[in-house]
């Protein structure tokens, strides 16, 4: 057989070989692709809603809470700013029935306030007759609470302060836990590191035990739906979880897109601290007449005239640094 036919049964035997693994490969990087641009829309989603979820640090008005990491968590425009986000890095900003079938596969997104979390899910309702309707709601805000053998029960926070009920007396306390511990004899307030051990642990089983009974019920909703894909809680690890109960915040999953012969996967952790800066004020010093500028927290015997928000701002006015801690 000459080498051009030899050639020519080459090309016939093995030709459909390849191109069935061209298009393997072309099918695989679109669907990198297509799973790279879903979990980017969430990051960025959830970044936007943890920015946005805080109103305000504390007031003056709201008594009991002395932290910096109270702050009102506006759920529902964290939502607002979470599915406004999806929807424009997915292209489907004008697109509601895109935006509601996305909703399918997200089973929750859970929002983390400083005295409980709320959870957002599909739920079940009754409709004409005896027919179930799921929709998503936001549920009643869940408190991170502990209780102990000898009936003492605590609702922690995001820090020290905690709603604690003193079986022994018979009455609430609320406060710091270093306050408390003169006023009541509940063991766990009594050991700094356990209490931290405890609450830590607490807050996260709880969120995720709850997490494990919404995911449960989306696949109810998702079989009925023709949705054969099974939603189960992802493998977070300990340090992520500890991570995203240091601060308000909250967390989205998305599960089962499809996404060529895959299914795209993934949560994100956004924070919604509101982080205070220290204000910086522009004063004069009334020997010299010479502008500075330096932190509200810095105490001297300048004449305050204006204040900035950061450093720069100042300089640009016209003012010199001052040093705090060097007496001028």
Not at 80 to 104: H, K, V
Not at 111 to 120: E, F, K, Q, S
Request: proline fraction near 4%; glycine fraction near 6%; charged fraction near 25%.
């Amino acid at each position: 057989m000459k080498i051009t036919e030899l050639s020519i049964v080459f090309v016939l035997v093995f030709f459909p070989f390849f191109w069935i693994v061209s298009q393997s490969s072309r099918e695989l990087q679109e669907a990198q692709i297509l799973s790279n641009r879903y979990e980017t829309a969430l990051r960025t989603a959830v970044m936007d809603a943890g920015m946005v979820m805080h109103q305000n640090e504390k007031q003056s008005g709201e008594a009991g809470y002395g932290s910096s990491k109270f702050v009102n968590a506006d759920k529902d425009l964290a939502l607002e700013t979470f599915t406004q986000t999806m929807a424009l890095n997915l292209g489907i900003q004008d697109d509601p029935p895109a935006i509601r079938s996305l909703f399918d596969y997200i089973p929750a997104i859970v929002v983390l306030d400083y005295d409980g979390y709320y959870m957002y899910a599909k739920e079940t309702e009754m409709m004409g007759e005896s027919e179930n309707y799921f929709r998503h709601v936001w549920s009643p805000k869940k408190p991170y609470t502990y209780a102990d053998e000898d009936g003492n029960s605590i609702n922690f926070t995001l820090d020290s302060y905690v709603y604690a009920y003193d079986a022994e007396k018979q009455m609430w306390l609320e406060g710091f836990r270093n306050e408390l511990i003169a006023s009541t004899r509940i063991p766990l307030l009594r050991n700094d590191e356990h209490f931290e051990h405890v609450r830590r642990s607490r807050i996260v089983s709880a969120v995720q035990e709850d997490l494990a009974e919404v995911i449960n019920r989306h696949n109810e909703f998702a079989r009925r739906n023709g949705i054969s894909y099974t939603f189960t809680l992802p493998l977070i690890s300990q340090e992520d979880w500890y991570n995203s109960i240091n601060d308000t915040g909250i967390i989205a999953f998305i599960q089962g897109i499809p996404s060529g012969s895959r299914k795209i996967n993934n949560f994100a952790i956004g924070g919604g601290r509101l982080v205070k800066r220290t204000a910086v004020i522009g004063g004069v010093d009334p020997d010299s007449g010479i502008k500075y500028y330096y932190p509200a927290t810095c105490s001297n015997g300048y004449r305050p005239e204006e204040v900035f928000t950061d450093a720069q701002e100042a300089a640009a006015r016209g003012y010199f640094e001052q040093n705090c801690y060097i007496n001028h």
